[in-house]
Structures are given as C-alpha cells and as structure tokens.
Nanobody, 124 residues
Framework: QTQLVESGGGLVQAGDSLRLSCAAS????????AGWFRQAPGKEREFVAA????????WYADSVKGRFTISRDNAKNTVYLQMNSLKPEDTAVYSC?????????????????WGQGTQVTVSS
C-alpha cells in the first residue's frame, strides 16, 4: 500500500520560506495525483495546492497563489511544496495526499492516501 511521509516543517518568521517534502512508498508515486492540505487548530482542513499525475497541471488556493509552488519528482517518488513569503496565517499542520483518480483536486475526500502531517509555524 502507498504510504506518505511529510518533512520540512518548522518554525520561521514572517516573510521566510520553507520547502515541504512528501515522500511516497509502495506504488510508484507517478501513478497518483497529489495535493497538499493544511489544518489550523479549531479550523477545518483546507486545500492548499495540487498537481496532476505528470505534473502538467497545478491548482492553488487563492490564499497561497503566487507564494506557494507545488512540484513533483516522480523518479524520487516525492512531491514538494515550496512556500515563500510566509505569513502567520499560514501556520498549520500541512499534510500531503495522493489520489488514484479525482473529479476535483480541491476536495479532501477525493484523496485515497494521507501522510501524518508536518507542523509549520510562522511567527509575526
């Protein structure tokens, strides 16, 4: 079965950058579409970014568009989220997810596999 492990989170100051990684095991990651979601305490999990099987298409939440970039290296079975110009409101647990197929990349229930999450904290 596919397993996902996130890494790269941490504590940074506003305006700083972080690069999150999501490493997959099991079936070759290139088989799946992938996405990043985040959840802050007391709030619902929200969509952040997604990328298609071959990386030819990407989707972003309006709140991160222009600041975050999702990419993938299928040879390494890894998906990345480059986060620039971080804001305190970006503070959350970030989770990566993989989908065998989807109709909408924005909906968490479309994803079949999830990582454990990595904490991102942005100080003001």
């Amino acid at each position: 079965q596919t397993q996902l492990v996130e890494s790269g989170g941490g504590l940074v100051q506003a305006g700083d950058s972080l690069r999150l990684s999501c490493a997959a095991s099991g079936r070759t990651f290139s088989t799946y579409a992938a996405g990043w979601f985040r959840q802050a305490p007391g709030k619902e999990r929200e969509f952040v970014a997604a990328i298609s099987w071959k990386g030819g298409s990407t989707w972003y939440a309006d709140s991160v568009k222009g600041r975050f970039t999702i990419s993938r290296d299928n040879a390494k079975n890894t998906v990345y989220l480059q986060m620039n110009s971080l804001k305190p409101e970006d503070t959350a647990v970030y989770s990566c997810a993989a989908a065998t197929m989807w109709h909408s990349p924005y909906i968490s229930s479309e994803y079949d596999y999830w990582g454990q999450g990595t904490q991102v904290t942005v100080s003001s």
